[in-house]
Nanobody, 117 residues
Framework: QVQLVESGGGLVQPGGSLRLSCVASGSIFSIYNMAWYRQAPGKQRVLVASISSGSSINYADSVKGRFTISRDNAKNTVYLQMNSLKPEDTAVYYC???????????WGQGTQVTVSS
């Protein structure tokens, strides 16, 4: 089992930046593929960025060039650096951990990001 705790959300003006963190506990962090998802009000949860246990990275087209995902295995933490934020980035952001497709996913409780002037 993996427990995930996100932090770093908040209210920011358009064009601003935030860094989200997700700290994992309960298992060997380095073997997990990690990802950030977001869910806006009334919409489905969608993938924002992912980083594999081997550090392969993928981004949703909507955030390419603005967001950066990274991981620090020594700190059991995955980060999402978000720059040039737009109002449409407003959502609850969730961290997910999964060893592979045949294994269960673990989710954090989410952290709210609001981009507004």
């Amino acid at each position: 089992q993996v427990q995930l705790v996100e932090s770093g959300g908040g209210l920011v003006q358009p064009g601003g930046s935030l860094r989200l963190s997700c700290v994992a506990s309960g298992s060997i962090f380095s073997i997990y593929n990690m990802a950030w998802y977001r869910q806006a009000p009334g919409k489905q949860r969608v993938l924002v960025a992912s980083i594999s246990s081997g550090s392969s990275i993928n981004y949703a087209d909507s955030v390419k060039g603005r967001f950066t995902i990274s991981r620090d295995n020594a700190k059991n933490t995955v980060y999402l650096q978000m720059n040039s934020l737009k109002p449409e980035d407003t959502a609850v952001y969730y961290c997910r951990a999964q060893r592979g497709l045949a294994f269960p996913s673990y989710w954090g409780q989410g952290t709210q990001v609001t981009v507004s002037s």
